[in-house]
């Protein structure tokens, strides 16, 4: 075991996945296929959103819906910098500006009290929307979060990419699943081979708006439609008699090739096939680091259990964070370390950023190191890391 190397994650493709990939190479698409509506039906039924649009990569997703919540030049939109940078690039593709949130240091996710503050700085109206992060797998309480979006006239895009399968507990003791659209306008994920669902890449938006479902539609192909009722040039423009001809469509506004294949969906929906399995496997997984970790002094935070996290992170904030991964390298466990913050990436120090403006974020990245968590992690591995991590403070 000393010489197989242990990811922080990784996929997990069966022979049955193989399977139908193979069929679908087979079959008469390669993409814009049947797959891609089932992908997309089985997903929305699995988070209990009503619509769901698949696209090529979680960033497509965000930017889509930032396009399609009509962010603009100049427009503010908060979220957090423990987060990957594309939660907050989405908003500057549009020309907008992002604003950093501070995390709250006990969940890691964007703090409510820290938006509270900025909202409050700021004549209504300055901001446009927030973009709340379910971190590591732990679901942002998004009812909090709508009521405050909802007092300042803000929209919600929630990053879920982390969290299919998660759930928080709302003010009735309801499960609210991460992606269900019932608090966030639009949510997003992404199925690239570290996140619970693998496709190779791929990416999908949730939502219970129908409005906002036909316009990611539309952007996701280059902004054409291909619908009589849509069409807003004459039928005598488009060549027709007394209706559209077949051949015809309109781009009508400015959209991208964001598609996605159809045998990645079919991987996708042979994966979304066992999504349950993965994330009850993650939670065992969770537990015994819990369990180990507890009281150990050189643990300073840990993910923890906490009821709806869908586990795609084990994070635990340790002393000299540098040394241990360094030494689990050396024993060949490849350990990350999720995130540096955005906001000191040097692309957004250029607005102004600097160290010490979100003190618990910085705090945070100091210490943290997400351990090797994926469902095929065996029980001897994960038990190899933590021998290897007692023995390195020992
Ligand atoms: C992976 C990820 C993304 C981007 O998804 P891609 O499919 O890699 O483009 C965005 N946000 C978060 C939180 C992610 O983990």
Same mark, same amino acid.
């Given at each position: 075991?000393?010489?197989k ?13 193989i ?9 008469d ?7 891609? +509506? ?7 039924? *699995? ?25 603009? &030049?100049g ?5 957090? &910098? ?72 803000? %929209? ?20 609210? %699943? ?57 039928i ?7 209706? =559209? &001809? ?11 090739? =964001? ?21 009850q496997?993650r939670?065992?997984i ?27 992170? *084990? ?11 360094? *030494? ?15 906001? /000191? ?7 102004? %950023? +600097? ?9 945070? *990245?100091?210490?943290?190191?997400? /351990? &090797?968590?994926?469902p095929? /992690? ?17």
């Open positions: 075991m000393e010489n190397v242990i990811p922080y994650g990784r996929q997990h493709i069966t022979e049955e996945d399977k139908v990939v193979i069929e679908t190479l087979q079959s698409y390669l993409t814009q296929g049947p797959k891609i +509506k089932e992908f997309e039906d089985n997903f929305a039924q *699995y988070v209990g959103a009503n619509y769901a649009v698949a696209l090529a990569n979680g960033t497509a997703a965000l930017h889509l819906c930032a396009m399609a919540l009509d962010v603009n &030049p427009d503010k939109v908060i979220t957090t &910098p423990i987060t990957f940078a594309a939660s907050a690039n989405c908003v500057r593709y549009c020309g907008g500006e992002v604003v950093f949130g501070d995390i709250d240091p006990d969940t890691y996710l964007l703090d409510i009290n820290s938006v509270k503050k900025l909202l409050e700085a700021s004549p209504k109206g300055t901001y446009k929307g927030i973009i709340p992060v379910d971190f590591a797998g732990r679901a942002v309480n998004l009812e909090a979060f709508k009521a405050l979006a909802d007092e300042y006239g803000l %929209w919600i895009i929630e990053d879920a990419c982390h969290a299919p399968g998660g759930f928080f507990n709302d003010t009735n003791g309801k499960e609210q %699943w991460c992606g269900n659209g019932k608090f966030a306008d639009l949510a997003i994920f992404s199925f690239h081979p570290v996140k619970h669902i693998a496709s190779g890449e791929g990416g999908m938006v949730t939502t219970n708006d129908r409005e906002l479902y036909g316009r990611l539609l539309k952007l996701r192909t280059h902004g054409i439609v291909k619908d009589d009722g849509q069409y807003t040039n004459s005598d423009f488009a060549g027709g008699e007394d209706s =559209y &001809p077949l051949w015809y469509m309109e781009m009508q506004e400015l959209g991208y090739n =964001y598609r996605i294949t159809d045998f990645q969906a079919a991987l996708g929906n042979s994966q979304l096939q066992r999504a349950d399995e993965g994330v496997r939670r065992e969770a537990k015994v680091y819990a369990q180990d970790f507890q009281g150990k002094n050189y643990v300073k935070g840990q993910s923890g259990i906490v009821k709806g996290h869908a586990h795609h992170l *084990y994070v635990v904030e340790v002393s000299d964070r540098l040394g241990l991964y360094n *030494y689990l390298r050396e024993h060949k466990i490849f350990a990350q370390i999720h995130y540096i913050p955005c906001h /000191l990436m040097p692309y957004y120090r250029q607005f102004g %950023w +600097k160290e010490g403006d979100l003190p618990h974020a910085e705090n945070y *990245y100091k210490h943290c190191i997400s /351990l &090797p968590m994926y095929t /992690l065996t029980k001897e591995e994960q038990q190899f890391v933590i021998t290897t991590i007692d023995e390195y403070y020992n």
